[in-house]
């Protein structure tokens, strides 16, 4: 079945510095990549999405790139803040509701 | 719209009791997920439902674990009995179509339920 591989597992970055976070999925058909943020004791909430009709997209100091071929997507925050700090969660779908989550990144943004 | 709202947000129970957890979806959402978390699997699809109807339950890791939904603003995931290894944060989620060929769209997540079964 479907497998999303995430890495790292934690990552610490000085504030300012740029953080990258890495996901591969193993299903060549699908088609949508969301990533989704959890603060310490929150729910999780969708910060960027992108659909395997595009390569990059951006908002703000986020953004996130697709190679298809690779069947790899990554995550850059630039400018790091210390409301980054947080597990962020890549995720991979074939065009329906049963998204895969990989296992999750905690960042921690040191001031 | 309140978001989704679950209950209990905490349980503690012993093992072999019951336990029911509650969710209310955002109001005109067709789509209704429950998601376990857990430290070393992360987050896993349990069951989802479109327009109260399951879609797929293969998630659900045995049949101690039952999902209802008897309508579109209202939904349990049932486990019993309950076990230690079933201790995790339980997230209910919604969604709304997002037309077009792709039903995919943004997940918005309740607080969660903790449950720890002594």
């Known amino acids: 079945g479907e497998n999303v591989e995430q890495h790292p597992s934690t990552l610490s970055v000085q504030e300012g510095d740029s953080a990258v976070i890495k996901c591969t999925y193993s299903?060549?058909?699908?088609?949508?990549f969301p990533w989704y943020k959890q603060e310490l004791g929150k729910r999780p909430q969708l910060i960027i999405d992108i659909r395997s009709n595009v390569g990059e997209k951006k908002d703000q100091r986020i953004a996130v790139t697709l190679n298809k071929t690779a069947k790899h997507f990554s995550l850059h925050i630039t400018e790091t803040q210390p409301e980054d700090s947080a597990v962020y969660f890549c995720a991979a779908s074939r065009g329906t509701y049963k998204y895969i989550f990989g296992t999750g990144t905690r960042l921690k943004v040191l001031a | 719209d309140a978001g989704v709202i679950q209950s209990p947000r905490h349980e503690v129970t012993e093992m072999g009791q019951e336990v029911t957890l509650r969710c209310k979806p955002i109001?005109?959402?067709?789509?209704l997920f429950w998601y376990r978390q857990t430290m070393m699997r992360g987050l896993e699809l349990l069951i989802y439902f479109n327009n109260n109807v399951p879609i797929d339950d293969s998630g659900m890791p045995e049949d101690r674990f039952s999902a209802k939904m008897p309508n579109a603003s209202f939904s349990t995931l049932k486990i019993q009995p309950s076990e230690p290894r079933d201790s995790a944060v339980y997230f209910c989620?919604?969604?709304?179509?997002?037309?077009?060929?792709?039903?995919?769209?943004?997940?918005?997540f309740g607080e969660g339920s903790r449950l720890t079964v002594l």
């Open positions: 299903d060549s058909a699908s088609n949508y």
């Open positions: 989620a919604s969604s709304r179509t997002s037309g077009g060929v792709q039903n995919t769209g943004e997940l918005f």
């Open positions: 109001s005109g959402h067709d789509y």
